[in-house]
Antibody, heavy 123, light 110 residues
């Protein structure tokens, strides 16, 4: 059974940093791309970014709203994906979901989702 | 503002058939497949339809998806009270190298 468990969510002041972790199980993590999606309170889903598997370069791409501030990385030996969030803003407050991204002919879609981790940015 | 356009709400009575639309552009829906997610209150989204019209294992065949050009639709037949949820469409956008979402449609079962 595929499981994705996020951790690390917290209350943090604007301008500070926070790192979320996503621990995966039930599938071959190293062969999978991993994505992050966020949802502000009462709002819709927003793409944050994703990281490809090492077999497909292992590089990451980001939404314009977080590019340059957020970094996605992975540790295949531990089956963990990370979302490093720097220079946090109040508008980054959201539930952050870790997802598995399935590659189909060079494009991706998200199949499994974690339960989410709440990040609140406030002074 | 979301890239893909969905109606904010939809409703139906038990047993009815409802459809939810999703409109995009040539760079997203027009050139990539569409996926649909169901988000029950207080829970994480769940994949409902992938590759325009495919159901993951365990999703009832009451749910179906279709696509034409730059628009897609989710149909739910035999509506049940437990279908009351938010529904999101999504598609890959090659220009953005990321997934774009619709704003979500809140389905009410009257």
């Amino acid at each position: 059974e595929v499981q994705l468990v996020e951790s690390g969510g917290d209350l943090v002041q604007p301008g500070r940093s926070l790192r979320l972790s996503c621990t995966a199980s039930g599938f071959t993590f190293g062969d999978s791309a991993m994505g992050w999606v966020r949802q502000a309170p009462g709002k819709g889903l927003e793409w944050v970014g994703f990281i490809r598997s090492k077999g497909y370069s292992g590089t990451a791409d980001y939404a314009a709203s977080v590019k340059g501030r957020f970094t996605i990385s992975r540790d295949d030996s531990k089956s963990i994906a990370y979302l490093q969030m720097d220079s946090l803003k109040t508008e980054d407050s959201a539930v952050y979901y870790c997802t598995r991204a399935i590659r189909v002919r060079g494009k991706y879609y998200l199949d499994y989702w974690g339960q989410g981790s709440l990040v609140t940015v406030s002074s | 503002q979301s890239v893909l356009t969905q109606p904010p709400s939809a409703s139906g009575t038990p047993g009815q058939r409802v459809t939810i639309s999703c409109s995009g552009s040539s760079s997203d829906i027009g050139s990539n497949t569409v996926n649909w997610y169901q988000q029950l209150p207080g829970t994480a989204p769940k994949l409902l339809i992938y590759s325009d019209n495919q159901r993951p294992s365990g999703v009832p065949d009451r749910f179906s998806g279709s696509k034409s050009g730059t628009s897609a639709s989710l149909a739910i037949s035999g509506l049940q009270s437990e279908d009351e949820a938010d529904y999101y469409c999504a598609a890959w956008d090659a220009n953005l190298k990321g997934v774009v979402f619709g704003g979500g449609t809140k389905l009410l079962v009257l």
